[in-house]
């Protein structure tokens, strides 16, 4: 099992560029999230999935979609960078409808200049 | 208006000595919480949680005690080893219904 992989690793971007950020897990869970981490700031939600076809806001949802294609697939989308969105990116996923014990990606480390 | 507060930015203790890692939270709601540990450049992983029904939870090196009237857990890690040197986040949720709230981490320096 691979749990929950991330592409791409490294992504460096110019203002106003778009672009999706892919996250897929393998472990059969039924909910999966995006969070970025920056400095001082810990993990901040994004966006999440409680189950397949649907999508709910979390707490910095501005700038960004997701798309929810499958059971196994989650993905981010950029539509227009800004430098703001400087951060690492984690995807994670969580076994029940809205879990407790989360399994987080390698990251995704997105640059925006 | 930050429900998961982690007042330590930083850590460092001897190895072999005890590591206490603090968080507090304001929401009364939350009723199961949870400790990650994060390395450079990976993923956090969960380390240990505990349910609002108990007071202590243990897992070999890490245990984790809430105190629910003062809204403050704690996480020890005995003996602390050059290996737990990493980021500590806090989570907690209530309901099962709804996201985790992290806090902002709390950094473990291990010194041999």
């Known amino acids: 099992n691979a749990g929950v992989t991330q592409t791409p690793k490294f992504q460096v971007l110019k203002t106003g560029q778009s672009m999706t950020l892919q996250c897929a897990q393998d472990?059969?869970?039924?909910?999966m999230y995006w969070y970025r981490q920056d400095p001082g700031m810990g993990l901040r939600l994004i966006y999440y999935?409680?189950?397949?076809?649907?999508?709910d806001k979390g707490e910095v949802p501005n700038g960004y979609n997701v798309s929810r294609l499958n059971k196994r697939e989650f993905s981010l989308r950029l539509e227009s960078a800004a430098p703001s969105q400087t951060s690492v990116y984690f995807c994670?996923?969580?076994?029940?409808?809205?879990?407790?014990?989360?399994?987080f990606g390698p990251g995704t480390r997105l640059t925006v200049t | 208006d930050q429900q998961v507060k982690q007042n330590s930015p930083s850590l460092s203790v001897q190895e072999g000595r005890i590591s206490i890692l603090n968080c507090d939270y304001t929401?009364?709601?939350?009723?199961?919480f949870l400790w990650y540990k994060k390395y450079p450049a990976e993923g956090p992983t969960f380390l240990i949680s505990?349910?609002?029904?108990?007071d202590k939870n243990e897992d070999g090196r890490f245990t984790v005690f809430l105190n629910k009237s003062a809204k403050h857990l704690s996480l020890h890690i005995v003996p602390s080893q050059p290996g737990d040197s990493a980021v500590y986040f806090c989570?907690?949720?209530?309901?099962?219904?709804?996201?985790?709230?992290f806090g902002k981490g709390t950094r473990l320096s291990v010194i041999a």
């Open positions: 929401n009364s709601m939350f009723d199961y």
């Open positions: 989570a907690a949720s209530y309901s099962g219904n709804t996201p985790l709230v």
């Open positions: 472990m059969n869970h039924n909910s």
């Open positions: 994670a996923s969580s076994e029940a409808r809205i879990s407790y014990e989360q399994y």
């Open positions: 999935s409680a189950s397949e076809g649907t999508t």
């Open positions: 505990i349910s609002s029904i108990k």
